[in-house]
């Protein structure tokens, strides 16, 4: 009875119910406008509303955590912790308190019970009353009892997540605001000091891949960011429930120890003790430079400018936080350089680390007999997701490719020139994948055309056909429609194919085409495209684009007639305008015109001849390199789309007439 006693106290926890009933009443009334009105609102038009499925049922989505919902549960249970352990931000407040006839561990476990009774039952009230309304109204076929109780247990669990940071947060600090708004911090840090530290160990090791890293999984680190998804992820995962509640345990424990030693008279500090000071004032300084130098490094684009926004980041964090711990602004003095010199001289050790490899991070490459299969590919997305279109490789002669390519990038260390760059640079992304189930990522930003000779090896293997030509792996059967769209043109009916032996031919003379295409002819940006666009019974569409290089199927479409609407004609044309431009001059011909007002001289023509001879040979999309841009314009279209020319493409007439 007497351990009891010593670990509760009743006096304070029915002093605190009853100071704090506005608080239970104001956010069950919330709850309330939320969910119940809300399903009394929407129950009471349904027939109003006509017929809807599952996924859109209006009854069903008061439970999906809407935004009011996800608004509350991120505010409430932050002001309780905050409100609840006021008083020890007050010297008055604070010596009452500890002043009573009980023990510390008394009064902060009286004060957890009404947090978490506040963070519950508010919550459990409005969940019972949805119960009552479902039974009373008739409601059971719109939505089940799981979908009440599962709203119930996220919200009470995320809710008793929240409330156990704040209070842990407040433990450290003697200022209220300080305390929401470091809560809100603290829950944010796991997420957002992994995405800045990820960020910049990319431009210091060449071939690190930020984009693996930076996944959506990192979303779990944060109870915040989880929030942001229940909207369309509405339940948790048993390892999420499990960590949320060692989580509440953890912090709820260190929490109580800190309570514990925590001296009175740190009301009114930033950092409530001396030991934590370092921690966040370097901490600060730390990620102020992470985020100058992601910032500058990402808009600057070059590693100069990385390394200014790493000095300015790091230079006003810590002054900010300098400002905040001595509450004055007058800091300057022998300690505050000296501490910042340290800083400085640890972040260059660490970065010179990475710059220099010692970890040998960039010349691991394996061996051709360690890898398993390897993934290669325009980014790193489809691997992540496990995509069924991943380019996967097995056969030696393929791994061998990769890995001499590999070996090229990891050498060629111009990544700020490629990155962010049009002149047909990409990022190629390899995943290795070994013996023992080891992974090796890496990731590089290239200028295509060096690597002419690595790739084309790889595209023209009959391996790396089928992993990104579907066409080639589906059997006519199985396909319901085949439909080809102008890339070219704002016209979005195009031409479609649905009688089984015209699909049959189709896949058989397109799936030639391909099999027997050259590296150029798979990569070739000029003339007229079409997207293809192959239906399955199955309710999954395969994708290809079709260009000028498949002789065989555009001999097909012609002779059935379809060639007309699957790319842009010259008939479709009404005229073209060319212009040779300088680099000053702005992307499309109209902006070049009201640039400044100046007279530009441009080429236009009608005839159908030359329309055609332009339509052949122009550049899709925007390549600064190529002096000519095209304009051209169609009967269905105002706008029209545009092009360019390079020295190799321009037709004959159009060049003699800038000469």
């Keep these: 009875m007497r351990l009891k006693t010593s670990l509760f106290s009743r006096a304070v926890f ?7 009933a506005w608080a239970f009443i104001g956010y069950f009334v919330m709850l309330s406008l939320a969910v119940p009105i809300q399903l009394i609102m929407k129950a009471g038009y349904l027939e109003e509303m006509g017929s809807f499925t599952a996924a859109n049922n209006p009854l069903a989505m008061i439970f999906r ?9 991120a505010v409430v249970p932050i002001l309780a912790g905050v409100f609840l352990f006021r008083y020890m931000q007050s010297k008055r407040s604070a010596d009452m308190y500890h002043s009573l006839p009980v023990c510390r561990d008394a009064v902060f476990n009286s004060k957890l019970a009404v947090g978490a009774l506040l963070c519950s039952l508010p919550v459990v009230a409005t969940g019972i009353i949805c119960i009552a309304i479902r039974s009373y109204i008739g409601l059971q076929e719109y939505f089940t009892l799981n979908a009440v109780l599962n709203w119930m247990y996220i919200s009470v669990l995320l809710n008793m997540t929240l409330f156990m940071a704040s209070v842990l947060v407040g433990m450290t600090t003697g200022i209220s605001v300080m305390q929401g708004a470091l809560t809100y911090i603290y829950l944010f840090l796991p997420i957002g000091l992994s995405t ?24 779990y680190f944060s109870p915040l ?27 709820a424990g260190a929490a109580g120890m800190l309570y514990r030693i925590r001296k009175t008279e740190s009301y009114s500090r930033a950092v409530a003790f001396d030991v934590f000071e370092p921690v966040f004032k370097y901490g600060v300084t730390f990620c102020s430079m992470l985020l100058g130098g992601t910032f500058f490094g990402e808009t600057g684009n070059s590693m100069g400018w990385t390394a200014f926004g790493y000095a300015a980041g790091s230079i006003i964090g810590y002054i900010v936080v300098q400002m905040i711990l001595k509450k004055s602004f007058s ?3 022998y300690k505050t350089f000296i501490g910042y010199a340290g800083f400085v001289a640890v972040a260059v050790l660490a970065f010179g680390v990475l710059k220099l490899d010692v970890m040998g991070f960039e010349k691991n490459i394996p061996q051709a007999d360690e890898v398993d299969r ?55 992304s390899i995943a290795y994948e070994l013996e023992g189930g080891k992974r090796l990522i890496r990731d590089y930003n290239v200028q295509l055309d060096e690597y002419r000779d690595f790739l084309k090896p790889i595209y023209e293997s009959m391996e790396y056909k089928r992993a990104n030509y579907g066409i080639l792996k589906v059997s006519p059967e199985n396909v319901e429609k085949i439909t080809l769209s102008p890339n070219q043109s704002g016209r979005s009916s195009g031409v479609s194919i649905v009688d089984p032996s015209e699909i049959r031919e189709f896949l058989e003379i397109a799936g030639g085409d ?6 150029d002819e798979l990569e070739n940006t000029r003339g007229c495209t079409s997207s293809v666009n192959i239906m399955l019974s199955n309710n999954k569409t395969l994708y290809f684009t079709y ?15 379809y060639l007309g609407g699957a790319v842009i004609m010259p008939e479709d044309v009404r005229y073209i305008v060319v212009e040779k431009r300088t680099n000053s001059d702005a992307y499309t011909i109209e902006d070049n015109e009201a640039n400044g007002g100046k007279a530009i001289k441009r080429f236009e023509t009608r005839d159908k001849q030359q329309i055609a001879e332009c339509l052949d040979t122009f550049a899709d999309g925007y390549k600064s390199d190529n002096e000519y841009i095209i304009g051209v314009y169609t009967e269905r279209i105002e706008e029209g789309f545009y092009g360019t020319f390079d020295e190799e493409s321009v037709p004959e007439f159009v060049e003699n007439f800038f000469e």
Aim: glycine share 6%.
């Design 14 to 20: 029915l002093n605190d119910m009853k100071r704090f």
């Design 65 to 73: 955590f809407r935004s009011f919902d996800m608004m509350l549960m």
């Design 196 to 219: 800045l530290v990820v960020l910049n160990i990319e431009p210091f090791m060449h071939g690190f891949s930020a984009d693996y890293y930076m996944t959506q999984k990192m979303m």
């Design 225 to 251: 960011a989880r929030m942001a998804e229940l909207g369309s992820k509405f339940t948790l995962k048993p390892m999420e429930i499990g960590g949320y509640i060692a989580a509440c345990i953890i912090m």
């Design 331 to 333: 800091i300057l003095d």
């Design 374 to 428: 390897v993934y290669m590919g325009y980014g790193i997305y489809s691997y992540i997701d496990g995509y069924d279109e991943a380019s996967f490789y097995t056969s030696a002669e393929n791994i061998e490719n990769v890995i001499a390519m590999h070996k090229k990038m990891a050498g060629d260390e111009r990544a700020f020139e490629s990155r962010n760059s049009d002149k047909n640079s990409a990022r190629i």
């Design 514 to 519: 391909i099999k027997d295409a050259t590296y």
């Design 547 to 561: 260009n000028k290089s498949f002789d065989k199927t555009r001999s097909w479409l012609e002779q059935k007639g």
